[in-house]
């Protein structure tokens, strides 16, 4: 796996490559409280809006896109903006296999290149047992990256007719010295001196 997967930027050309993952968590997970499915327009739109600011990143493998990740903003307030949350996803049969562990080095240096101080995870958990739709696997996931639990929502989705919780994990990836905080850097300005073969 380590050497066979590229991890590259991605752009609105991966559109398709990257609804194609998302789909699958959207129509049979819990993963994602998204109901429906965007429509490619919609994606790429979104893609087009993160990478205004923020870094979206693709792991490809023998020319197919197998998984990726993103962050975007937290909070939309300018006080929260040495901040963001973080969003991945992967190829369903690539799961636990250190695929994920490499996009978050990969976002991890990005964003803090770009003066971004804290890191925070958004993550639909079981209320109660695991099911068909939704599992553990992504809290334990952060929590092994060194993403701390700061918070829990009681039964806050419905989805598949169960209801779900969700947690915030937070992780901080740069000193808090000093009482302001630089402008953060946008991703396309910090781009050129990433060496994406390294990750």
């Known amino acids: 796996m380590e050497n066979d997967v590229r991890i590259r930027k991605a752009d609105v050309s991966d559109t398709e490559e990257l609804l194609r993952i998302y789909d699958y968590y959207v129509q049979k997970t819990a993963i994602t409280f998204e109901y429906d499915t965007p ?24 020319g197919k896109i197998v998984g990726y990740a993103y962050v975007h903003s937290f909070g939309g307030r300018m006080a929260y903006d040495c901040s963001a ?29 770009q003066g971004i101080l804290n890191l ?34 009681y039964k806050c989705g419905n989805k598949f007719g169960n209801w779900y919780d969700m947690v915030w994990m937070e992780k901080m990836i740069g000193k808090h010295d000093g009482s302001s905080v630089p402008p953060i850097i946008p991703f ?10 390294k990750y």
């Open 188 to 197: 396309n300005q910090v781009l050129p001196d990433i060496d994406f073969s």
């Open 120 to 153: 925070y995870a958004c993550i639909a958990v079981p209320h109660g047992d695991e099911d068909r739709y939704l599992t553990r696997n992504s809290a334990d996931f952060h929590e092994h990256l060194g993403y701390r639990l700061t918070g829990t929502f």
């Open 39 to 62: 429509s490619p327009e919609e994606f790429s739109d979104r893609i087009t809006d993160i990478l205004k600011k923020y870094p979206y990143i693709a792991a490809e493998k023998d």
């Open 85 to 113: 949350e973080t969003t991945i996803y992967l190829d369903p049969e690539l799961r636990k296999s250190g695929l994920g562990k490499r996009l978050y080095a990969a976002i991890e240096d990005i964003t803090s290149r």
